[in-house]
Each structure stands twice: as structure tokens, then as C-alpha cells.
């Protein structure tokens, strides 16, 4: 009795969030006895599921029609005019009065007239008109293209003239994104596939657009989709193992039921934590690596960066302190967008009474501490550090490696690191490989982390030789050779997966809640299943975190619950 009141409450509770989407897949996909007893059971009459089903009542297009400039602002050749909605036709009449029907997706010139029927006046002579009916468009709506004459004041005059077209419904200029969110709106679109549209349009270096080509392809929409469907068929049959279990005969055990369903969670969780993996890389090519530029003071850091990004961008000078706050910079090195960082000079208080190049006492002040600090924060969230040491004279007049310790031990905790030397035209060849020698066995093999990595050895007074033969004068882009084939490896994916490159970074966060609810149902259930044979409330809980975990991979594709999805369209489509 105690148990029939408890399963009885919980499914009161739970049954009016199933969807009308949902409902038909527990009589699709389970036992006879299930669909008999759901069919036969006696649920509440009231229940609407279409209203249930929020989003065809809450996200059905509206009838007008829209119309927006496609094309960049400005003077051009060409400007292309989008028209999407019902009334495309009334305007192709208003415009082009006496004419023909368009043949649906063939390029038609036609003159293009002011709508109102008391004059005659020429909008633009020579238009090339498309009509796309729908719903096989862009947005699934019957689809308008007016290519007209690029000035100003054509486009300016065709698009005042559109919205004075007779038509049966309201025409409007389109809100931001809203082409966007009607091809959503009409499954053109899922929401996977508008995020990875905003990437290629933002898309500034060829690693970005290639990521955002692989996130359009659809198959992520599709695989979280699958997912999604499993897990409500799992839910489903874990809840009629709670309802129907002590009335109707199953094909399979409570336990062995459960089992399966585990089976597939393991898979699910095994793809998900793959793909927040794959994401990390992803997100490189989208937000550019951090680079920091870090080592002692006048070891040639802002010279050395000034020759990467091929411009003044840090002041060089021979006093020691002169960056006193982070320098940064951006640019495109073979497609890969980076962010070098030219940071304050690492010195501790022991070096307080150091001298410059100039020989003149350089102390440390609060302004260059404060610098310091900035600078090993930077250094610590940064995906690449390198770390410059420089070729300079010993106390004894003997040449020696300067370097700080403190960077050292910072790169060995950086994934990618290097170490460059500079000045390195100070010394003859055959001093600088003992120096380098020397280095390499007495510091950076007692450095963990660094003891199998080669420094780099450049010189920068070189580098700013234009009128030199060398193919590479100072070593420089030896250096940036290898940052390339750094930023390759923390990015690369096989080629089986590189549609994973177009997971953002609110997909991953979703997959990680996803991931939480997994591994919160694998808690629930136990790792061996079933501990009692016929635990309901064991199951009850289990069951909820599979409809959690459903919801979160319905948000990432706009297919989960209305709310959840509202919170994020206006931000989604708006880009």
C-alpha cells in the first residue's frame, strides 16, 4: 500500500511535463504491456498537450513579412535586398507591375518601379530578381532577392518603396537575426547550426572559418538529438517499470531493464566528456591563443615581439623596468589567431641594486612590482609561454646565459612552452654551443618539466636587418615555425572528429550539466545496477535525472522546454 501511494503521487506530479513530442516515443519504443497499460490507464482528461507542447504554440513565425539589406552598408557594385514571408509575391507585383510571374529559382532582370500606382518612377533599371518559394528556402518561408545597383541612394529608395507595397499582411524591416530565427523557427535550422553560422560570419582567420565550416554541417545537432531521444526512451521505460511493474508482465527484469539503460548512459558519458575535450580546442580557434613573452629585464622581450608582430608595439630600451604593464597584441600567424603578451621584466628584491646596460643603479619600485604581479598572473593563464634569456656578459668578462628562475618554473607548469635565446650574434658559434650546453645540463634539466626541451636561439639586432640575404635573419621565424607546430598540436582533432571543432563554449557548459545529471542517475542506480530487486525509489530518482539530463541536451539544440530555450534565443540570434 505504502509503495502503490508513493508511486502513485510521483507519477501525479510528474506526468503533465511529459510533452506531446514525447508522449508518442513511450508507445513506439516500449514493451506491448506498457503501451496497453498507457492506452487502458486512466489519466487525468484535462491534460492539453498541445499546450504541453510549448514550442509550436509559443514559437510559431508570425504572418508578416520582412525585408533587410543583406549586404554590407556603403557604396558597392552590387546590393542584395532580402525579402522573407507571405506577401513575397505582392511585392514582386508592387515593384514589377505588368510582369510575369517569377520562375521559382531562376535569375530574372527586370525594372524596378515605386509601388504607388499614380507614378512612374524608376527605382533601378536593371535588377536581378529570385524568388524562392517555400518551404525549401533559407527560411522556410517563400524567399524574395532583390540584386539591385550598389549606391546609397538605389538601395536607400528600393528599401523606403518595399514596405508601401500592397500585401495582405503587416511588411517590416526584419529585426536583428530574425531570418536567422525563422529558419530556426521552421526547422531549417537547429540551434548547433545558428551558433556555428555566427562563427562564420565573425570568423576572422582561416583556422576560425574552418572550425565554423565543420560546426554547420548539422551532425552535432544530430548526435545531441540521438542522445536526446535515447535518454527519453530510457526515462520512458524506467517509469513504466515504476507504474505498471506490479500489473503488467515486461519482456525483461526490472534489473536486466535497468542494466541496459545504464549501458547507455556509460556510452552517452563516454561521447560527452570527448566532445567538452574537443571543445577546449575549438575554443582556441575561436578566441586566439594567449601567448606570454615573459624573463628577466633586457633580455630582448619587446624587441622580440616588436619583430613578431612586425611593428612598434613595445618600446625598447636599454633601462631595466621600461614594460611596466602588459603590452598585447594581436594577429594572424598562418591562420591561427594569437594574442602575444610583452610583459614586465622578472627581478626579486635581491636584484634592488642591479645595474642597466648603462651601468647606472636600477632599483625596483612599487610601479615595476605591481608590473611583476601582472605579469605572473598573465604568464599563468596564458596557453603558451615562452621564456626569453639572453647571451651577456659575466661579472669575470666572461660571456653567460642571463635568465630567472621564477619563469622557469612558470613555463614548466604551461602546457606548451618555449625557451629562446637571445643575442645570440654577442659570441662566436662555437661559444654559444657551449654556452647553450651548458644551460641546457646545469638549469633547465633541473627545472621539471623542462629537461627535454631545447632552447631556441635567435638574435634580434639581426632580425632587424632588412637588407639581408638570409632567408631568415635572426632565427626569428625558426621560432615562430615552431609556435605553429605547437598551436597545430593543442587544436588538431583525427579527421573523423572534426565537426567537434564546432562546439562552443554554451554548448560545452550544457554538456557538462548533461554530464552532471549522468553521473548523478550512475549514483542513484549503483554501479551494479539494482541493489533490491523492485526498488522504486531508486528508480523514481534515476528516472528525474535522465529528464534532466534530456532537458540540458534539448537546450543545446532548441528542442527542450520553453523557458529553457527563451533564455537564450534573443542572445543567439542577435549575433
Known amino acids: 500500500m505504502h509503495r502503490a501511494a508513493r508511486r502513485v503521487a510521483f507519477t501525479c506530479s510528474r ?10 516515443i513511450h508507445l513506439a519504443h516500449l514493451s506491448r504491456a506498457y503501451s496497453t497499460a498507457i492506452i487502458n490507464s486512466s489519466r487525468p482528461d484535462s491534460i492539453n498537450f498541445e499546450e504541453l507542447s510549448g514550442r509550436q504554440s509559443q514559437f510559431q513565425p508570425r504572418d508578416d513579412t520582412i525585408y533587410a539589406l543583406s549586404t554590407a552598408h556603403g557604396k558597392a557594385g552590387i546590393a542584395v535586398i532580402r525579402i522573407s514571408g507571405p506577401s513575397c509575391a505582392s511585392i514582386y507585383s508592387g515593384l514589377c507591375p505588368s510582369k510575369p510571374p517569377l520562375r521559382p529559382r531562376h535569375a530574372t532582370v527586370r525594372t524596378l518601379y515605386h509601388p504607388n500606382p499614380n507614378t512612374s518612377e524608376v527605382l533601378d533599371s536593371e535588377a ?16 524574395l532577392e532583390l540584386h539591385v545597383h550598389g549606391g546609397s541612394a538605389t538601395v536607400k529608395a528600393v528599401l523606403s518603396a518595399i514596405p508601401k507595397c500592397v500585401a495582405g499582411g503587416l511588411i517590416r524591416y526584419a529585426e536583428p537575426g530574425e531570418f536567422t530565427k525563422r529558419a530556426f523557427l521552421n526547422d531549417r535550422l537547429d540551434l548547433a547550426q545558428v551558433e556555428a553560422l555566427s562563427e562564420t560570419l565573425s570568423a576572422e582567420t582561416e583556422q576560425q572559418r574552418r572550425a565554423a565550416v565543420h560546426g554547420s554541417s ?11 531521444q535515447k535518454l527519453l526512451r530510457a526515462r520512458a521505460e524506467m517509469e513504466a517499470l515504476i507504474d505498471f511493474s506490479e500489473d503488467q508482465h515486461f519482456d525483461e527484469s526490472p534489473t536486466s531493464l535497468v542494466g541496459t539503460v545504464t549501458w547507455q548512459v556509460k556510452q552517452i558519458l563516454q561521447s560527452i566528456r570527448l566532445h567538452e575535450r574537443a571543445s577546449e580546442r575549438g575554443e582556441l580557434l575561436r578566441n586566439g591563443i594567449k601567448i606570454a613573452l615573459v624573463g628577466p629585464p633586457n633580455v630582448g622581450k619587446s624587441s622580440f615581439m616588436n619583430r613578431i608582430v612586425g611593428r612598434e608595439a613595445s ?45 647606472s643603479e636600477s632599483e625596483i619600485g612599487p610601479i615595476e612590482e605591481e608590473g611583476i604581479r601582472r605579469a605572473r598572473v598573465k604568464a599563468t593563464q596564458s596557453d603558451v609561454i615562452i621564456v626569453l634569456v639572453s647571451v651577456e656578459p659575466g661579472a669575470n668578462g ?87 607546430s605547437s598551436f597545430k598540436s593543442m587544436t588538431s ?14 554548448q560545452r557548459q550544457l554538456l557538462v550539466q548533461c554530464r552532471g545529471h549522468l553521473e548523478n542517475y550512475l549514483e542513484s542506480i549503483g554501479e551494479a545496477g539494482l541493489e533490491e530487486e523492485g526498488d522504486h525509489a531508486d528508480i523514481t530518482v534515476a528516472a528525474e535525472h535522465l529528464r534532466y539530463a534530456a532537458n540540458t541536451l534539448g537546450r543545446i539544440t532548441g528542442r527542450g522546454e520553453v523557458g529553457d530555450v527563451e533564455e537564450i534565443l534573443g542572445v543567439i540570434f542577435e549575433k
Open 15 to 24: 506526468w503533465p511535463r511529459i510533452s506531446a513530442q514525447s508522449r508518442p
Open 128 to 143: 536581378l530578381v529570385l524568388f524562392f518559394p517555400a518551404p525549401k528556402t533559407v527560411t522556410g518561408d517563400d524567399v
Open 218 to 228: 548539422g551532425s552535432l545537432g544530430r548526435t545531441y538529438e540521438e542522445w536526446r
Open 315 to 359: 618600446i625598447v630600451s636599454g633601462e631595466s623596468g621600461t614594460t611596466r604593464d602588459i603590452i598585447e597584441a594581436n594577429l594572424d600567424i598562418r591562420g591561427y589567431l594569437c594574442t602575444f603578451a610583452d610583459t614586465a621584466g622578472f627581478r626579486t628584491t635581491r636584484d634592488r641594486h642591479s645595474k642597466d646596460s648603462h651601468g
Open 398 to 484: 666572461q660571456p653567460q646565459i642571463r635568465y630567472d628562475s621564477e619563469t622557469l618554473r612558470l613555463a614548466a607548469g604551461c602546457k606548451e612552452r618555449m625557451v629562446v635565446v637571445n643575442k645570440r650574434d654577442a659570441v662566436s658559434a662555437d661559444e654559444l654551443r657551449a654556452l647553450v650546453r651548458r644551460f641546457t645540463e646545469d638549469v633547465l634539466t633541473k627545472v621539471e618539466g623542462l629537461e627535454t626541451v631545447e632552447p631556441a636561439l635567435i638574435s634580434c639586432k639581426e632580425a632587424q636587418d632588412q637588407g639581408s640575404y638570409l632567408t631568415d635573419p635572426g632565427g626569428v621565424r625558426g621560432v615562430i615555425d615552431q609556435l605553429v
Open 493 to 506: 582533432l583525427p579527421a573523423t572528429m572534426q565537426d567537434l571543432h564546432g562546439v562552443t563554449e554554451r
